[in-house]
């Protein structure tokens, strides 16, 4: 599949920083990490995991 298009997003350094380690981790590399989200996104017809408001003590750790 051809790459045609571009996407962009503001998001924090430490985010970014903490998820490239993980990513490393698993052998991927930022590109790849959204384009299996964004496959994954479409497959399901939604998003791959379920979105719900954490429990109070949980709500703490905010990027």
Known sequence: MA???T?????S???K?????VLKQLGLNTSQ???LYFSQ???RKGLPFDVVIPEE???????
Do not use: F, H, M
């Open 7 to 11: 996407v962009r997003a503001r998001i």
């Open 41 to 43: 996104i479409v497959l």
């Open 17 to 21: 920083q903490d998820a490239e380690k």
């Open 57 to 63: 003590e949980k709500r703490d750790q905010s990027y």
């Open 33 to 35: 990490a959204i384009n």
């Open 3 to 5: 790459k045609e298009t």
């Open 13 to 15: 350094e430490e985010l």
